[in-house]
């Protein structure tokens, strides 16, 4: 029968243990020098190259849905802004009583192109004479409400064509002038036969929108 040789300098080496064959615990020496290794060099540059892309990979994904989100806040809020100039101008023309701004038949003729602002009578509140004028003023749309009158009536109102005893014309009143939309490049009119065209075009950055329709005057 072979005698079990035994190391002193095994781990878990007691006299005790050593007398009765009992090495629980032993670990061998070179499975203790693997556990002591750590990642070499070329795991960590690995490791490294894959962390760095993954977050460049994660921050263009959140630049990319960043830049489409702000475009189309932009875009919407073009279409808004222009539905809701477009609307209020469409509305008071057709209940206008007379149109006083002489539009061109169409908008092709160079030689009388389109009309940049439009001048009408105001048709909401038959009791008084009133007028409004849209017209850009840079890149807001303005919308003008104004009253003529005599000094000697300051309280009636007239027709902005009127004429005193003297042949003079009246003073003119402004009672509101108000930015009614922004990012206009674009506000034109042109017609005939009681039909208006109005286009209005938009910019905002890099995005542009534009509107155009027809509307029929009051009879």
């Avoid at 670990?27 to 070499?40: D, H, S, W």
């Avoid at 908008?107 to 940049?116: F, V």
């Avoid at 919308?143 to 003529?148: H, L, M, Q, T």
């Amino acid at each position: 029968m072979k005698k079990k040789i035994i190391d002193k300098n095994q781990r878990g080496f007691t006299p005790s243990n050593a007398a009765k064959g009992n090495l629980t615990g032993f670990i061998p020496l070179n499975t203790r020098k693997a556990n002591l290794m750590g990642f070499t060099l070329l795991e960590i540059l690995v490791s490294l190259s894959l962390f760095t892309f993954a977050i460049l990979l994660v921050s263009s994904m959140y630049s990319l849905s960043q830049k489409s989100y702000n475009r189309g806040a932009a875009k919407g809020e073009l279409v808004q802004n222009a539905r809701v100039s477009f609307d209020r101008m469409t509305r008071e023309l057709r209940q206008s009583l007379d149109i006083v701004t002489v539009l061109p038949e169409t908008d092709s003729d160079p030689g009388n192109p389109p009309a940049e602002e439009i001048f009408f009578q105001d048709g909401h509140d038959a009791s008084q004479i009133t007028y409004l004028r849209y017209y850009l003023d840079g890149t807001n749309l303005k919308r003008s409400y104004i009253a003529y009158y005599f000094s000697a009536e300051p309280d009636t109102y007239v027709t902005y064509n009127s004429l005193d005893q003297n042949g003079y014309p009246p003073e003119e009143l402004i009672i509101e002038d108000r930015i009614v939309g922004e990012y206009f490049n674009q506000l034109q009119f042109w017609g005939s036969s009681g039909l208006i065209h109005i286009s209005l075009g938009l910019v905002k950055n890099q995005d542009s929108f534009s509107m155009n329709t027809g509307i029929f005057e009051r009879n």
